[in-house]
C-alpha cells in the first residue's frame, strides 16, 4: 500500500521530530518532509506532492495563515493546522479555516509522548480521513452581488418562509459558513442558529473572526436570549436548543452521540419550536450528525438544504441527511440564493 505522504512545515525542531514519530508510527504515514519556514513548505509542494500539509501558525517570515492563503490559491491540499494560540482572543487558526485549511488543533492537546497510546491512534486515523477531503481553490472569494438564480427544477417546494434556519457542519464548514454569512446582507432577518464542530479552544476564535468579516452580527449563543436576526454559535461543551416561545437553552451535560454541541439537538429542537416555519441545512463535515435533526425538520413540513458533494470539503454530513430526505441539494451559490428568498415569519407568540 502506498503510504499517505505528508510534509510538515514546523520551525520546532523538537516539535517536528516528535510529530514524524507520531505520525509515522503505523507505517502507512511517511513524512517526506519538514520545513522551518512557510517560503520552504510552498516552494517543496511541487516536489513532493505531498496528500496532507501539517502547518503551524507563528512562524519566521510568511506566517502559517499567510501560506494557507497563498497554497489554497495556487496549489489546494488538505492542511491541518496545530497551533499553539487558541482561546476566544486568538482568531488566526479561525482565519486559516476559514482560508481553507481543513481542521486545527491545539499543540497542547496532542500529545506526542506516546505514539502507541489510543490518542495517537486517534490522531493518525484523523489525519488519514482529512487528507481524503475535497479541496477547493479560492475558498474566500466572496458570492457578493450577484443575480439570484431559480433552484433546480423541483428540487424545493415553493412558496417558503421560516422563523428560524439551523445550520451545523464539522470539517470543511468554516470556509463555508465565511461564504455563506457574508453572502448575506446586514439585516438578514432571519435568525441563524449553528453548530459547528471544531477542537477545543477554537470556537471563540471563529466567532470573533467572523463576526469581524462578515456584515451580520456573529456572536455565541446566550442561554434565554431571544432568537434574533444574525448568527448564533454553540459554545463548546454544550448542546444548543430552540424553545417554542424563541429563547435559546444551553445543555452542558446531556449526552446525544459523539457531539456535544449537536447538530441532531439542535435541529430537532428547531422542528419541534418551528414545525413548518423551520429551516435546516447540513454543511460539510465527517459522520452523520445532523441528519437525524434534518430528517425531524422536514417531517414537520420544515426546509432541509444539504450541501452538494462536488464543493463538500468531506461529504459524510451532508450525504447521511441526503440519505434521510432533504428537499434539496445545493451548491454554496446556490443555498445563498435559498436563503435570501425566505420570507420572514416570526414563531407564533414573538412578534
Excluded at 445563498?336 to 412578534?351: F, M, N, S, Y
Amino acid at each position: 500500500m502506498t503510504p499517505l505522504r505528508v510534509l510538515v512545515c514546523e520551525d520546532s525542531r523538537t516539535y517536528a521530530a516528535a510529530l514524524r514519530r507520531m505520525l509515522e508510527y503505523d507505517g502507512d504515514i511517511a513524512v517526506d518532509a519538514v520545513c522551518a519556514t512557510a517560503e520552504e513548505a510552498v516552494a517543496a509542494l511541487p516536489r513532493i506532492e505531498p496528500g496532507l500539509l501539517t502547518m503551524d501558525l507563528e512562524l519566521p517570515g510568511m506566517d502559517g495563515l499567510e501560506a494557507v492563503g497563498e497554497i489554497m490559491s495556487f496549489r489546494p491540499l488538505p492542511i491541518l493546522v496545530l497551533s499553539a494560540h487558541v482561546g476566544p482572543r486568538s482568531d488566526k487558526a479561525a482565519a486559516a479555516l476559514a482560508a481553507g485549511a481543513i481542521d486545527a488543533l491545539a499543540k497542547d492537546d496532542l500529545d506526542l509522548r506516546d505514539p502507541a497510546g489510543a490518542a495517537g491512534a486517534a490522531f493518525r486515523q484523523r489525519v488519514r480521513a482529512l487528507s481524503r477531503a475535497r479541496v477547493i481553490r479560492h475558498p474566500r472569494a466572496r458570492l457578493g452581488a450577484r443575480p439570484a438564480r431559480p433552484a433546480r427544477p423541483g428540487a424545493l417546494r415553493l412558496p417558503r418562509y421560516a422563523s428560524v434556519i439551523g445550520v451545523c457542519a464539522s470539517a470543511g464548514g468554516p470556509q463555508m459558513l465565511v461564504l455563506l454569512l457574508g453572502a448575506l446582507p446586514a439585516d438578514y432577518p432571519i435568525p441563524l442558529l449553528i453548530v459547528q464542530h471544531m477542537a477545543a479552544g477554537f470556537t471563540g476564535g471563529l466567532v470573533r473572526w467572523l463576526d469581524q468579516t462578515v456584515a451580520m452580527p456573529v456572536g455565541v449563543a446566550e442561554p434565554g436570549a431571544q432568537a434574533a436576526p444574525g448568527a448564533w454559535l454553540a459554545p463548546e461543551g454544550a448542546h444548543l436548543t430552540l424553545n417554542a416561545s424563541g429563547r435559546l437553552a444551553l445543555d452542558r451535560h446531556t449526552v446525544a452521540g459523539h457531539h456535544r454541541p449537536s447538530g441532531d439537538v439542535l435541529l430537532s429542537s428547531i422542528a419541534a419550536a418551528a414545525g413548518q416555519a423551520g429551516a435546516a441545512v447540513v454543511l460539510s463535515g465527517m459522520g452523520t450528525d445532523g441528519a437525524a435533526g434534518a430528517a425531524a425538520v422536514r417531517r414537520r413540513g420544515g426546509l432541509v438544504i444539504a450541501q452538494d458533494e462536488q464543493s463538500s470539503a468531506v461529504f459524510g454530513m451532508p450525504k447521511a441527511a441526503i440519505d434521510l430526505g432533504v428537499d434539496a441539494v445545493l451548491s454554496p451559490d446556490e443555498i445563498v440564493d435559498r436563503l435570501r428568498g425566505l420570507r420572514h415569519e416570526p414563531l407564533p407568540g414573538t412578534h
